[in-house]
């Protein structure tokens, strides 16, 4: 008989998992010219600080603009001060030129892990191409129900300028960008998030990406719906990300996270979002987007950011989005942009199960598992799982992190409890459950059923007619006074 690792149970769980599932925050931010030198403080209060609204505390940061390793070390620093020993950072060619790269990406290991070295989709093509390198970087996030999914980032930092060679110079890094999403495996989620430096979704760099292409599995789309020409209109004063400080003030959309047709079709990882509804024009605090500018409070059309009176993130974070955007003194730069990503959890439980009274190896021997709420009769989860060698098992759920019950029975062995067992993303602490033997008949006890088991079992091999391979308790392959010892052993007995 061949076991399924899921049972029915499990995958009903797995579908219904929006109701357990958790959040990942995904910011970009073009942090200009960033050596390290200055900002931090700015940079702290804007992505922790608390404002009317709380705080952005992303989970991700796809940063821009990043001048060296160093300042990229100096960015960590800011981010494991607010949150400390929780950030990581990666990044491919960064030397903040226009040669190589500027861009990094700073994430929590303890919601996302790399998934493989960054791989870089196109390099820097001189005067007349792309004029930085293009980075993927791939993710597996921490406890996710599929392990299967990846979430890859493309950090982009496009040519800036409006002029026909310019739009030209972003098309080639877009098709670039599509050639390499259009070839991902079907297990792929995929974002593109940075400064497009894009004025209008009319431009053939901005169709490139969200065209259908070869591969319409390869497209990237706007979770919020918002086409048109942004530069300088007033109809989407509340996406526009530049500039906070500079004289010609917030009138440019700059700065985007597109998404894959894969985040938006309701299942698995997906976007928090009514994806196909237009941002509101009529509010900064859109209900049916998780998608937000931070800062832009719609107040600030043509001017630098709104700082008194702030509605979204209040006065100090406002102020500090200004100070942050450029080095002291240098007019220009962004607001972050935010979204979140809503994932099925799962959790891990690991151990060992000794069966008591068996000559030979464990391995194989199916077990079943049952997760309950604690105290309740009820499972939650059923499993049968193949125990390892040792008895080991790795018993995998899409219920939440939280604490359990968890049961566990096999084939002749009376059933085990380990009660209130804390289980998360990383694991339950090693579970050891040892099982009594004896319960030929299945009834969770040894009593006299079991006896009457053995008796009619007993001198058989697994070819005699009177076989039963639940009587033969010692594991020998044969029923003898062996497996009788046993049986008195632990007469009496009854499982959890």
Same mark, same amino acid.
């Given at each position: /008989? ?41 940079? #702290? ?14 989970? &991700? ?20 001060? *607010?949150?400390?020993? #929780? ?23 303890? #919601?996302?892990?790399?998934?493989? %070295? ?16 293009? $980075? ?60 497009? =430096? ?31 020409? $942004? ?18 003030? /917030? ?32 509010? $900064? ?16 059309? @043509? ?5 008194? @009176? ?12 200004? @100070?942050? %955007? ?20 799962? &959790?891990?439980?690991?151990? !060992?199960?000794?069966?008591? =009274? ?8 199916? *077990?079943?598992?049952? &997760? ?6 009820? *499972? ?18 899409? !219920? ?40 030929? =008949?299945?009834? @969770? ?17 697994? =070819? ?19 497996? !009788? ?8 007995? #009854?499982?959890?």
């Amino acid at each position: /008989m061949t076991f399924r690792r899921l049972s029915l149970s499990l995958i009903a769980a797995c579908l219904a998992a929006i109701g357990s599932a958790q959040n990942l925050r995904i910011c970009t931010w073009n942090t200009s010219l960033f050596t390290g030198a200055d900002r931090l403080n700015d940079i #702290k209060v804007v992505l922790f600080n608390s404002g009317p609204v709380g705080a952005m505390d992303p989970d &991700i940061v796809v940063a821009q603009e990043i001048q060296s390793p160093s300042a990229a070390t100096a960015y960590l620093s800011v981010l494991n001060s *607010a949150e400390p020993n #929780k950030w990581a950072v990666t990044y491919g060619s960064l030397t903040g030129t226009d040669s190589t790269c500027d861009t990094a990406v700073f994430y929590k290991p303890g #919601k996302v892990s790399p998934a493989g %070295a960054p791989f870089r989709v196109a390099p820097a093509g001189g005067t007349s191409g792309q004029p930085r390198d293009t $980075w993927r970087f791939d993710f597996h996030i921490v406890g996710d129900a599929d392990s299967h999914e990846v979430l890859a980032i493309y950090d982009v930092h496009m040519k800036a300028g409006s002029t026909s060679d310019d739009i030209n110079r972003r098309n080639i890094e877009s098709q670039h960008i599509r050639t390499d999403s259009n070839s991902l495996p079907s297990n792929y989620r995929f974002i593109l998030a940075g400064d497009t =430096n894009i004025q209008t979704s009319s431009q053939s760099c901005y169709q490139t990406l969200i065209a259908n292409g070869a591969n319409s599995a390869g497209r990237f789309i706007d979770p919020i719906s918002t086409p048109g020409s $942004w530069n300088n209109n007033s109809n989407y004063h509340f996406v526009h990300t530049q500039d906070p400080i500079g004289a010609g003030g /917030m009138d440019d959309r700059f700065d985007q996270i597109l998404v894959s047709q894969a985040l938006v079709d309701g299942q698995g990882t997906d976007y928090v979002g009514h994806f196909g509804t237009p941002y509101s024009t009529t509010t $900064w605090n859109d209900p049916n987007q998780s998608y937000r500018c931070w800062g832009n409070d719609g107040t600030c059309f @043509n001017t630098t950011l709104t700082v008194t @009176n702030n509605q979204m993130v209040g006065p100090v974070i406002a102020q500090s989005i200004i @100070n942050a %955007a450029t080095p002291p003194g240098t007019p220009g730069g962004h607001c972050p942009v935010f979204l979140d990503l809503h994932y099925a959890t799962r &959790i891990h439980i690991l151990g !060992l199960t000794l069966l008591q =009274n068996h000559s030979v190896s464990p391995a194989g021997i199916i *077990a079943t598992f049952e &997760i309950h709420a604690p105290g309740s009769p009820t *499972a939650l989860d059923t499993q049968m799982i193949p125990l390892g060698a040792g008895g080991s098992f790795d018993l995998t759920t899409c !219920l939440p992190p939280g604490t359990y019950d968890v049961y566990v029975k096999a084939s002749h062995w009376l059933r085990g409890k380990i009660a209130n067992v804390k289980a998360g993303a990383y694991g339950a602490n090693l579970l050891n459950f040892s099982l009594r033997n004896g319960d030929v =008949n299945g009834d @969770n006890q040894v009593g006299p059923l079991d006896f009457s088991a053995w008796q009619k079992a007993l001198g058989s091999t697994p =070819n005699a007619r009177n076989w039963n391979l639940l009587a033969d308790l010692d594991g020998d392959g044969v029923v003898t006074l062996n497996d !009788l010892a046993i049986l008195q052993a632990n007469y009496g007995a #009854k499982g959890e």
